[in-house]
């Protein structure tokens, strides 16, 4: 196993600088008002494609060699990075073919096809999608980029961290990220903590099938089962050969926390009411944390809002049911 170094992390910022936005870092009245807090919100479903994604996936394509790029890229995803990948691999003229499970919900898939991506649905699950696209890999020998367990995809994430020290000048107390396969949290926590140790890392998940947080309770990787859940985009297990954010998030997270699908559709309709954003629920999970006590955090927080991409259909009908669910 393995850890992303902060030089790597600061290399990627120069790399990356030109292609994906510094988005800004809000300071939330409303919020802040409502929870007692000082809240922030890293306004990352401001990049191109609706996630943060584009960070490591323009990493990772600006780390090729000639003759990667040439053959071109594949990966599986679980929602945001397919579509991430499919536009930082066409704006530099690099194939990249898609795979995705039956779960994937349908605007995603939309979302790949518009940015160029070659679509391959495979499986009910996405471990089943990215076995699919390791089979494939084999046959087309194109270069595999993990959504999350790969060097400069985590490296590309640490980024936002970076971006929230200089912001801030380290002048917080808690950092909140969304969870799932846990390059994001890997990579915000390294370049975070490498600066300001004492800010507290807390990575949010849902309840239902969180991997790395069951992971982290065993020790060691562990499977669990995905389950529909309206935070779609943290889906998936971290992997039992996990090599790049299991150890990191066990050895420099403070807190891992899971929080339920009401709070997440709460947080989604907070975070429209106030702002006027949209939220995906993985987006929303750090603001569901604290509106619903799942973390205890006080003084400045920071909430990386991570993604944008829910189908009009599940956004309406979550602020349309306040107080229903
Ligand atoms: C992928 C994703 C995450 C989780 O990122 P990991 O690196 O897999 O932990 C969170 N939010 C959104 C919107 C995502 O697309």
New binding site residues.
């Given amino acids: 196993m393995a850890k992303v170094e902060i030089s790597e992390i600061e290399s990627a910022k120069e790399r990356i600088s030109g292609y994906v936005l510094n988005t800004p870092l809000l300071n939330s009245i409303a919020l802040s008002a409502k929870l007692g807090l000082e809240v922030f919100l890293k306004t990352e479903f401001l990049q191109e494609t609706g ?1 943060f ?1 584009i960070r490591g996936a323009t990493n990772a394509m600006l780390s090729l060699n000639k003759s990667q790029r040439i053959r071109g890229v594949i990966t599986a995803s679980s ?3 397919g579509p991430a990948l499919a536009h930082a691999a066409s704006k530099l003229g690099i194939k990249a073919t898609i795979c995705l499970s039956s779960m994937v919900p349908d605007n995603k898939v939309k979302n790949v096809r518009i940015n160029g991506g070659i679509v391959k649905i495979a499986g009910n699950d996405y471990d089943s999608a990215l076995a699919f696209c390791e089979g494939l890999v084999k046959v087309q020998n194109q270069y595999l980029v993990h ?2 367990d790969d060097s400069s995809v985590v490296a590309g ?1 640490g980024t936002i961290g970076l971006e929230i020290i200089e912001e801030t000048r380290g002048d917080l107390d808690c950092v909140l990220v ?8 890997a990579g915000v926590a390294i370049a975070v903590k490498a600066y300001a140790p004492q800010i507290r890392i807390i990575g949010v998940s849902m309840e239902n099938g969180a991997s790395m947080f069951n992971s982290i309770k065993a020790g060691r990787p562990v499977n669990v089962t995905e389950v529909e859940t309206v935070a779609d ?2 889906g998936g297990n971290i992997g039992l050969n996990n090599k790049w954010t299991f150890e990191t998030v066990r050895d420099l997270v403070d807190e891992v926390v899971v929080v339920s699908e009401n709070d997440i559709k709460e947080a989604i309709r907070l975070i429209f009411k106030h702002h006027g954003f949209v939220s ?1 629920g ?2 929303a999970v750090g603001i569901a944390a604290l509106t619903g006590g799942a973390v205890k955090c006080k003084g400045k927080v920071a909430c990386v809002l ?2 944008r991409n829910i189908s009009e259909k599940n956004f309406l009908d979550i602020v349309n049911n306040s107080g229903v669910n």
């Fill in positions: 996630s994604k929602g945001n990075h959504p999350f994430a969304p969870l799932s396969g846990g390059g994001l949290l985009a943290l995906e993985a987006g991570s993604g």
